[in-house]
Nanobody, 117 residues
Framework: QVQLVESGGTLVQPGGSLRLSCQVS??????MGWYRQAPGKQREWVAA???????NYTDSVKGRFPISRDYAKNILYLQMSSLKPEETAVYYC?????????????WGQGTQVTVST
């Protein structure tokens, strides 16, 4: 069973940078990504990376939030820069993977990012 544990969330000033990490337990052949949920809003997709390294981003973070994966350490990263107050949210790590004939989805517990002075 795959488990995901995020870390790195904290208070950061507008325009600042932050790196989120997601430690993965287990082997994932599939898609991994980051989502976020701001207070009072629905969870939204931020970025994703496939097993072969293809990356995609929601328009609002393109060029600012590169996603990467360290296969040796089994960690997923989200490097965030030029952060805006409206990007305050709980950030979640997500994995969609296949085991046998079934498709599974795993979520981490989330890490809080607060962008404020």
């Amino acid at each position: 069973q795959v488990q995901l544990v995020e870390s790195g969330g904290t208070l950061v000033q507008p325009g600042g940078s932050l790196r989120l990490s997601c430690q993965v337990s287990g082997t994932i052949f599939g898609i991994m990504g980051w989502y976020r949920q701001a207070p009072g809003k629905q969870r939204e997709w931020v970025a994703a990376i496939t097993h072969d390294g293809s990356k995609n981003y929601t328009d609002s973070v393109k060029g600012r939030f590169p996603i990467s994966r360290d296969y040796a350490k089994n960690i997923l990263y989200l490097q965030m820069s030029s952060l805006k107050p409206e990007e305050t949210a709980v950030y979640y790590c997500n994995a969609v993977y296949v085991r046998g004939l079934s498709v599974y989805t795993a979520w981490g517990q989330g890490t809080q990012v607060t962008v404020s002075t």
